[in-house]
């Protein structure tokens, strides 16, 4: 055993869960092609100003949560990105992306960072996917962004997920209600939490997520968002739903979900799972419309997009049942050498089937005839290609099924033939 650990709040991700994770960014990248997104790979680490002017300095992921640091003598801070769409906007601006036309769809498969508690779907490196649709914020834009993401997880098999939405306005408008929520919680200050008395000053909207029942007590009776938006923001809100009802996508509107991130205006949602229990979501997402000018662009880029938590993710699908059905990544088949004098034949052997795409695995340790078939069985092969002096001299191979234990011979050619069938047909047994 080695000396060294993983660092707390990081994990170790071994072969039988990367069929898990692969499977997932496959549906996801297959369904982004559907809607027309294309992927983008960012920095892991950006300057730690782009997440303070981008996310909002009084946020709990830019007070508490980032890992910064100075890489060089002119001790510029940098930091692990903690979420991905500040870095997005920053590469579509620094790549002058709009002057070549004003919509760009964009998605990402990425690890972020945060100093957060570990625990069961929260680790301080964990891996989200998400897309970023820039340079329009319309309702249907909107729509387009949730209809992708509730389809990716449709197309998963995942039951019971709840999709909560609200509308936050624009910048005058919350502008009023922040006054108000202020002038609300006053009176109660010394009922306040430590986080609730510091958002008070802050971020009043920010007391509304909180998850203390005696602050949710308040909440109840605080006034709402909703009641000081202005016309044009409420049918823009309306038609977002209009579009969610005629795609038959079902949601709660939440009159207090806020998100945690200060770029958020007018439409903001989040999925959440009762798998989960307290930290019940999974992903969310909505518009952020001035990002773009909080980081130094002359122009407006209206956005609007989401995240999803791959970890929380999985963990909803591993409680759901939907992992165990996964296909496997074991290989089709598995080389038996039955003689020491036929592994060089053997290995030739194996070769020609990786050529003609079937999967195969081959003694490399000199193992006994039975061992390799104890080895077989460990790796979950679905046949046995046995090698002895018969196969070599008459160049017939006896393929063996070792679920059934039928058992074939026939030469390497309809070898070949037989095995490219079962796997175009997604069926080992036929």
């Known amino acids: 055993m080695s000396q060294f650990q993983s660092v707390k709040g990081t994990r170790d991700i071994f072969p039988e869960e990367s069929v898990q994770w692969n499977h997932v960014e496959s549906v996801v990248r297959t369904h982004a092609a559907l809607y027309g997104f294309r992927e983008i ?16 300095s009084t946020t709990d992921i830019v007070g508490k949560e980032m890992f910064s640091f100075q890489p060089d003598p002119k001790g510029r801070s ?39 508690r570990p625990q069961a779907g929260r680790q301080r490196q ?92 308040l909440v109840a009776g605080a006034p709402r968002l909703y009641d000081y938006l202005k016309e044009t923001s409420l049918q823009d809100f309306e038609k977002v739903l209009f579009y969610l009802g005629e795609r ?106 990786r050529q003609a795409d079937i999967s195969a695995e081959i003694d490399l340790a000199g193992k006994s005839m039975k061992a390799q078939m104890r080895e077989a069985n460990r790796v979950n092969a679905s046949y046995a290609l046995f090698l002895g002096a018969t196969e070599y001299s008459t160049g017939c191979y006896s393929l063996k099924n070792l679920a059934t234990s039928e058992q074939i011979t026939l030469t390497l050619d309809a070898i070949l033939q037989f095995l490219q069938e079962r796997r175009a047909q997604k069926s080992l047994y036929s």
């Open 126 to 217: 964990f891996s989200q996917f998400g897309a970023e649709l820039l340079g329009v914020s319309s309702p249907a834009a909107v729509a387009e962004v949730i209809s992708l993401m509730m389809q990716v997880f449709s197309s998963l098999g995942l039951k019971g997920l709840r999709l909560r939405i609200n509308t936050l306005g624009d910048g005058e408008e919350r502008s009023r209600f922040r006054e108000a929520l202020q002038a609300w919680f006053v009176p109660f200050y010394d009922t306040l939490d430590e986080a609730s008395k510091e958002r008070l000053e802050k971020n009043p909207l920010r007391i509304l997520d909180s998850k203390n029942p005696t602050i949710q007590e």
């Open 248 to 353: 038959d996508i079902a949601y709660d509107i939440d009159h207090r979900l806020v998100r945690g991130l200060d770029y958020y205006c007018h439409t903001a949602f989040e999925v959440t799972s009762s798998e989960l229990g307290a930290q019940d979501a999974i992903g969310g997402g909505g518009r952020y419309d001035a990002l773009a000018r909080e980081l130094g662009s002359s122009m407006d880029v209206p956005a609007t997009g989401f995240a999803v938590g791959m970890e929380r993710l999985l963990i909803t699908m591993e409680r759901q049942g939907l992992l165990a059905a996964l296909p496997s990544d074991a290989p089709l088949v598995y080389v038996v050498v039955q003689q020491p004098d036929l592994v060089d034949n053997g290995m030739q052997l194996a070769w020609q089937l």
């Open 41 to 56: 790979r960012i920095p892991v680490f950006e300057y730690t100003e782009l997440f303070r002017r981008g996310i909002g």
């Open 78 to 116: 940098v930091t692990l990105r903690p979420e991905m769409t500040a870095g997005v906007m920053r590469a579509a601006l620094q790549k002058n992306l709009f002057s070549s036309g004003m919509v760009h769809k964009l998605f990402y498969i990425g690890e972020l960072f945060r100093k957060e």
